[in-house]
């Protein structure tokens, strides 16, 4: 009952003054505003018609796009292990599990994503570019191995638009319900 009641009467200074690095803030933005970018270009672009060149020019975009996005999100752990990260405020252990639980394999897909999609890329004849760049070729054209990687992409996909609706209605809830304050954590 104790932490019930301090989870909702937690004032609003008490959690703000609790925040996350500059830098982490940055890139939680800039990550987020990548993949949910990258997500709806994914979707969009896998049911043009096969032969159309916005759909090549797509492809090649999203690729690019996509290994940044990997890039940043490599960045971003070696933030978080480098900096300070403020305590999650008192709440019961079955919210700090979830909040726990949803950041953790929001983790996992922001590197399975990338990974996933660019394996699946490299086996085929083409190879991967990377903002007009050919990246060193080593994969084959195979076709299971493509279904394969683009399988696990897919659903990786879909499981971390379902991660992001969950995380979101956490923070949301947070802000409107509980009225901590928690999202000025991660705010600019
Ligand atoms: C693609 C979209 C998003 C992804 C992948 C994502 C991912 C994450 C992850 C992994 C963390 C944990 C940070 C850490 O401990 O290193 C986090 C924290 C946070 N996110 Fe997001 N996020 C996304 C979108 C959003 C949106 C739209 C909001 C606002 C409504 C939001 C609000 C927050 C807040 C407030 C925290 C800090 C929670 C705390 O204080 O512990 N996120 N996010
Ligand atoms: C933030 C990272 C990424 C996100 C959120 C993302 C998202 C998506 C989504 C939602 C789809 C549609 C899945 C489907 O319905 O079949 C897709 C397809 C695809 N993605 Fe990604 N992607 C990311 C990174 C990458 C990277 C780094 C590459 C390659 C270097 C890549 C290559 C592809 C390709 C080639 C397809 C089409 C697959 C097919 O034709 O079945 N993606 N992506």
């Known amino acids: 009952m104790t932490i019930a009641r301090s989870s909702s ?3 609003r200074a008490r959690a703000s003054a609790h925040r996350y690095a500059g830098s982490l803030i940055a890139l939680h933005w800039l990550i987020a505003l990548g993949i949910v970018g990258m997500l709806a270009l ?4 896998v049911g043009l018609p096969k032969g159309l060149p ?3 020019t797509l492809i090649n975009l999203h690729k690019s796009i996509g290994l940044t996005v990997f890039l940043l999100v490599l960045l971003r752990i070696m933030a978080r292990v480098a900096f300070h990260r403020p ?3 008192p709440m019961r252990p079955w919210q700090r599990a979830a909040a726990r ?3 953790g394999l929001l983790y996992v897909a922001m590197v399975g994503m990338p990974l996933s999609g660019y394996l699946g890329s490299s086996f085929n004849r083409f190879g991967t570019r990377f903002w007009g760049v050919l990246l060193p070729k080593w994969g084959w054209d195979d076709a ?3 279904a394969l990687f683009f399988g696990i992409h897919e659903v990786i996909g879909y499981t971390l638009i379902v991660l992001i609706v969950l995380h979101v209605a956490g923070a949301l809830k947070h802000q409107w319900i509980d009225r901590d304050n928690l999202l000025a954590r ?3």
Do not use: E
């Not at 994914?42 to 672009?45: E, V």
């Open 9 to 11: 009467a937690l004032p």
């Open 42 to 45: 994914g979707l969009y672009m």
């Open 54 to 56: 916005l759909k090549a």
């Open 87 to 89: 305590p999650l405020p």
């Open 101 to 103: 639980t949803t950041q």
């Open 144 to 146: 299971g191995m493509r």
């Open 186 to 188: 991660m705010l600019p």
